[in-house]
């Protein structure tokens, strides 16, 4: 059972526009959740976090707002830049735990 | 500051060989854990350890042993290849206190 899911396996968003990648999660010990970004042949980069005391939470063109009560995240990122073709994955994690758990990748694309 | 650096790059193994793929940080983080990414199945966990002499089972440990001797290395052995067990792998690791995981760049395995 699949504990942190990104249904949408690609992404395709025109340069400048916005692009929203989502996640859900399905354990509400979950208060912890990570967005990395990975381009091929290399390890995934830490791109934005938020902890489960907030709600939102910005980094110059990103943010990630996080919704609870849905067990939903989602990362918006805006404008989009041809740079930030990549597969993007959300992860979360129990504070204590040490287990993190990802989901199976987003594939944004952005067209110039 | 290297960071997290894994070692082979790449490695083509025969079913029933063995071998160990290397991690090593130098950020002195008290968490290492090794995942592994397939197709479809984003990143999963196989073991972790949260100090020296400490490790514990993630999502998908069957097939690998691991063990931390010191705080820098944490070295994940393959005692006997499985097709299965082609992939990519990636070693991470964190702070005590900040829950951001940094990872190394990746190990391709193919067992033919």
């Known amino acids: 059972d699949q504990q942190v899911k990104q249904n949408s396996p690609s992404l395709s968003v025109q340069e400048g526009r916005i692009s929203i990648l989502n996640c859900d999660y399905t354990?509400?010990?979950?208060?912890?959740f990570l967005w990395y970004k990975k381009y091929p042949a290399e390890g995934p980069t830490f791109l934005i976090s938020?902890?489960?005391?907030?709600d939102k939470n910005e980094d110059g063109r990103f943010t990630v707002f996080l919704n609870k009560s849905a067990k939903h995240l989602s990362l918006h990122i805006v404008p989009s830049q041809p740079g930030d073709s990549a597969v993007y994955f959300c992860?979360?994690?129990?504070?204590?735990?040490?287990?993190?758990?990802f989901g199976t990748g987003t594939r944004l694309k952005v067209l110039a | 500051n290297a960071g997290v650096t894994q070692t082979p790059k790449f490695q083509v193994l025969k079913t029933g060989q063995s071998m160990t793929l290397q991690c090593a940080q130098d950020?002195?983080?008290?968490?290492m854990s090794w995942y592994r990414q397939d197709p479809g199945m984003g990143l999963r966990l196989i073991h972790y350890?949260?100090?020296?002499?400490?490790?514990d089972q993630g999502e998908v440990p069957n097939g690998y042993n691991v063990s931390r001797s010191t705080t820098e290395d944490f070295p994940l052995r393959l005692l006997s290849a499985a097709p299965s067990q082609t992939s990519v792998y990636f070693c991470?690791?964190?702070?005590?206190?900040?829950?951001?995981?940094?990872f190394g760049s990746g190990t391709q395995l193919s067992v033919l």
């Open positions: 991470a690791s964190r702070g005590q206190k900040n829950e951001k995981l940094f």
């Open positions: 354990n509400s010990m979950f208060d912890y």
């Open positions: 938020i902890s489960s005391i907030k």
């Open positions: 992860a979360a994690t129990a504070s204590g735990t040490y287990k993190y758990i």
């Open positions: 950020m002195n983080h008290e968490y």
């Open positions: 350890s949260v100090g020296a002499g400490i490790t």
